[in-house]
């Protein structure tokens, strides 16, 4: 979806957070003038020091569409630039400017009835809670699968939400290093049987989007395909460390 | 007017380093693609360029081997915000590939295994602007940053310069790529910011 002519910056007020995890917050900003988002969309945030100095970064919108009020969760970048300051030196009241809604590619729109596969690694799962809460907020029924995972139970993002879960909304949990007692798999990497047992068959045509860190992407992606599936219906979206 | 986020004092690039605005500087290599990766190899790799008139000229990956290397080192800039300094490439000037191909064209529509496209004028892809690249840092380029080769157009922004390249179709007119149809800017100088249309 092209935006609609030129995207301009936005001033956004922060006037909520909440923590998500140990290293994740969300920020809740409320941006006058702010178009409305698809799901996976992500938004430009810029920061401007007082001598002027500025830089930017982009972060995936975490919200359903409501109204005026953007929220983005926000991953601690450890000695980042950016991160570290949204997470713990911006209050309510402070302002940053945004620009978005951005991307026209890794996207779900509600009209779309096909399965979906989501697969999520780390803060990879942002940009598809999105979808997550798009599909819920239209009382959407097109069947999602949702493969989420995480180093260990504390980095998950979400977690009363997705425990609520939703009708026809399936989450597995992945942990690759430690995993809460008695969880049925074993710690460990994503693997071809994750994606056969908790994910969907090749021959119901999903679309498959994907989300985490390049490795993880990588080797979800080429899992994917190995199954049969699609490479024009696989999505992806990667963030490396420098996120900032 | 620029709006001042309190208490944000950020990270000034070193010194020599010219970062275009917005930008941050990065030291690992991110990589960005829309989809999975396609595995090409060398034996099924082609490259064709096609004029405005339907002629083909076709490079398999010997022949691209035996055409004069070059060995540029430039500054990166993706859209996504990161600039990465000094890349050292290996790679084919396309002066090189286009020498001898009649054309009154001025777009050129870069194609890819995988499906994607990317378009910009062609007079941005000639005198040393652009390669073929297939080394990077002193090895073979990897799957997952364009290998076996991809288009390297280091004077805008990266999504212009992609990976598994396959061919570039010459045109009369412009013809919008992957990005550029999905809201991104159509030409894409890191210098003047231009990111997405309108810009």
């Not at chain 2, 990589?31 to 339907?54: C, I, M, Q, Y």
């Not at chain 2, 070059?70 to 600039?83: R, Y």
């Not at chain 2, 001898?100 to 050129?108: D, I, M, N, R, Y």
């Amino acid at each position: 979806m092209p935006p609609p002519g030129r995207l301009r910056w936005l001033v956004a007020e922060l006037v909520g957070r909440r923590t998500e995890s140990r290293t994740a917050r969300t920020l809740v900003f409320d941006v006058p003038g702010w178009p409305g988002h698809l799901a996976g969309q992500h938004v430009d945030v810029r920061l401007t020091a007082e001598d002027g100095y500025s830089t930017q970064r982009s972060y995936s919108l975490a919200s359903a569409p409501d109204g005026q009020r953007v929220e983005l969760t926000v991953q601690r970048v450890p000695d980042g630039e950016v991160s570290p300051y949204l997470m713990d030196d911006l209050e309510p009241g402070h302002l940053v400017e945004l620009r978005g809604p951005v991307g026209g590619w890794f996207v779900w729109r509600p009209e779309q009835r096909e399965h979906v596969l989501l697969v999520a690694g780390g803060s990879g799962l942002v940009p598809l809670m999105s979808m997550v809460r798009v599909r819920g907020a239209v009382d959407g029924r097109a069947p999602f699968r949702l493969l989420y995972s995480v180093r260990e139970p504390d980095d998950r993002l979400y977690v009363p939400e997705l425990l609520r879960g939703a009708p026809g909304l399936g989450t597995a949990y992945l942990y690759t290093r430690a995993a809460p007692p008695e969880h049925p798999r074993p710690v460990g990497r994503l693997s071809a049987d994750d994606l056969v047992r908790s994910g969907w068959p090749a021959d119901l045509r999903p679309m498959c989007y994907v989300c985490g860190p390049t490795g993880f992407v990588e080797a979800a992606a080429s899992l994917l395909t190995g199954l049969g599936h699609a490479p024009e219906r696989i999505r992806t979206e990667r963030f490396g460390p420098s996120g900032g | 007017m620029a709006i001042i986020s309190r208490g944000f004092h950020g990270r000034r690039p070193a010194p020599g380093r010219d970062l275009p605005p917005g930008q941050y500087e990065v030291h690992d290599f991110p990589v960005l693609s829309a989809g999975p990766t396609p595995r090409v190899t060398h034996e099924d790799w082609k490259f064709t360029l096609r004029t405005e008139t339907g002629t083909e000229h076709t490079w398999d990956w010997a022949r691209l081997m035996e055409m004069p290397g070059e060995s540029p080192t430039v500054d990166l800039h993706c859209v996504t915000k990161w600039s990465k300094f000094g890349t050292r490439w290996e790679g084919v000037s396309l002066d090189l590939l286009m020498e001898g191909v009649e054309t009154a064209a001025e777009f050129a529509l870069v194609h890819s295994y995988g499906g994607y496209t990317t378009d910009l004028p062609l007079e941005d892809l000639l005198d040393g602007k652009a390669w073929i690249a297939h080394r990077y840092d002193g090895e073979e380029l990897a799957p997952e940053h364009g290998g076996p080769a991809r288009l390297l157009v280091p004077h805008l922004y990266l999504w212009k310069s992609a990976k598994w390249v396959r061919g570039i179709d010459l045109l009369l007119d412009d013809e919008p790529g992957f990005w550029e149809g999905l809201g991104y800017h159509s030409y894409g100088d890191p210098w003047r910011e231009q990111r997405y249309q309108g810009d």
